[in-house]
C-alpha cells in the first residue's frame, strides 16, 4: 500500500501520530458527513448545533452530536421498519479518530447505493463468531494476536496493547446494545478497555462490510496528521508524534543581525593604494613637439 503524501493535499496538522489508533479527534466532522453528504441525504440541525442525517428512504439515519447528553458523538441506527427500532446501531465517541468513522460511513454509502440487502444484511443466525472472524482479519494481518479476556468474549489486541477488539458471544440485550457499551462489538484505545482514550461500538446485526471498512482504517501503518497542542494530552507517553514539517530555524538575536552585517561589509582597502590629488603633485611633463 502506498502512503507517500499528495503533494496538492493540504495537511492539517503539525504532527503525524503512530500508531494511528492513538491519533485522537479532528476538529471537524465534515470527511465524515460527506460520503452520505453526496448522495443527497437530508442534513438538518437543532437549536444546539447537532446535524441529523437521513437517507433518502429513512431507513438509515446518523446523528453528529456535539451537545448530546453524553459522550457518543457518532450515532448510526438503521432500520426495516423506519416506524420500528433499530434493526442495528453503531456508535463512535467523541475522541474516536474521524478517519474510523469516515471509513464506516463511506462502506455504508457504498452499501446503501446497493440497495437494503446490502446495509441492512446482518450476520447469519448461528454463525455470528464465523460472520466476526472477516472483521478481525485485517488487525491480525498486522500482528495483532488473539485474546480472550472473559468468558463469552472473543478479542483481538494491538502488539502493544494499546487497542483492541471484542466481539461478544451469546444473547444480548438490544435495547443495550444500541444506549451503553454493552453491544456485540467494542472497539477501543488507550490504556486499557477501562480506561479507553477512545471507543466505537456496534451492535448485532450490523453488516460485516461496514466493520471491516473501520477495521481496515484501523490496521493502515500510515500515521495520521493532527495538531500537537490538540492531542498530545490525550496520548502523552503511548504514540509517537513525528513532525509534519522541519522546525523553523531560531530567530535571529540582535548580536546575529550586527554579526551577519559586518561579514557582508567590504574590508577597507590600504591608504596607499587610495589615489589622492594634492596641490603639492608635480606639473604635467610637456608633450612632443611637432
Known amino acids: 500500500m502506498n502512503h507517500e503524501p499528495d503533494p496538492h493535499h493540504e495537511i492539517d496538522g503539525d504532527v503525524y501520530v503512530s500508531p494511528r489508533y492513538l491519533a485522537s479527534t479532528t476538529a471537524t466532522g465534515d470527511p465524515a458527513l460527506a460520503p452520505l453528504l453526496d448522495l443527497?441525504?437530508?442534513l438538518r440541525f437543532d437549536e444546539d448545533s447537532n446535524g441529523y442525517l437521513a437517507a433518502p428512504d429513512r431507513r438509515v439515519r446518523l446523528g453528529y452530536l456535539p451537545e448530546g447528553e453524553?459522550?457518543?458523538l457518532w450515532r448510526i441506527n438503521a432500520y426495516r421498519d423506519p416506524f420500528g427500532p433499530p434493526t442495528w446501531g453503531a456508535c463512535f465517541n467523541d475522541r474516536a479518530p474521524t478517519e474510523f468513522v469516515q471509513a464506516f460511513t463511506?462502506?455504508?454509502a457504498a452499501a446503501y447505493k446497493?440497495?437494503?440487502d446490502a446495509y441492512l444484511a446482518g450476520p447469519v443466525a448461528g454463525v455470528e463468531e464465523h460472520d466476526a472472524f472477516?472483521?478481525?482479519v485485517p488487525l491480525l494481518k498486522q500482528g495483532w494476536v488473539i485474546d480472550n479476556p472473559r468468558w463469552g468474549v472473543f478479542a483481538v489486541q494491538s502488539p502493544d496493547g494499546r487497542c483492541?477488539?471484542?466481539f461478544t458471544t451469546g444473547t444480548l440485550d438490544p435495547a443495550a446494545e444500541l444506549t451503553t457499551r454493552g453491544a456485540r462489538w467494542?472497539?477501543?484505545a488507550g490504556r486499557s478497555i477501562d480506561r479507553?482514550?477512545?471507543y466505537a461500538t456496534a451492535s448485532t446485526n450490523t453488516p460485516v462490510a461496514l466493520l471491516t471498512a473501520v477495521t481496515e482504517s484501523v490496521a493502515d501503518p500510515a500515521p495520521l496528521p493532527r495538531w500537537r497542542q490538540d492531542t498530545y494530552s490525550y496520548i502523552k507517553g503511548m504514540a509517537q508524534l513525528t513532525p509534519i514539517l522541519p522546525p523553523a530555524p531560531p530567530t535571529p538575536t540582535p548580536l546575529d543581525v550586527r554579526r551577519a552585517v559586518a561579514a557582508r561589509r567590504p574590508a577597507a582597502l590600504p591608504a596607499a593604494s587610495v589615489p589622492r590629488w594634492s596641490t603639492t603633485s608635480r606639473p604635467a611633463l610637456p608633450g612632443a613637439r611637432r
Open 134 to 136: 472477516f472483521a478481525v
Open 186 to 188: 467494542q472497539l477501543w
Open 164 to 166: 483492541g477488539l471484542e
Open 196 to 198: 479507553p482514550v477512545w
Open 106 to 108: 463511506t462502506a455504508l
Open 114 to 116: 446497493q440497495g437494503p
Open 40 to 42: 443527497d441525504w437530508d
Open 70 to 72: 453524553d459522550d457518543g
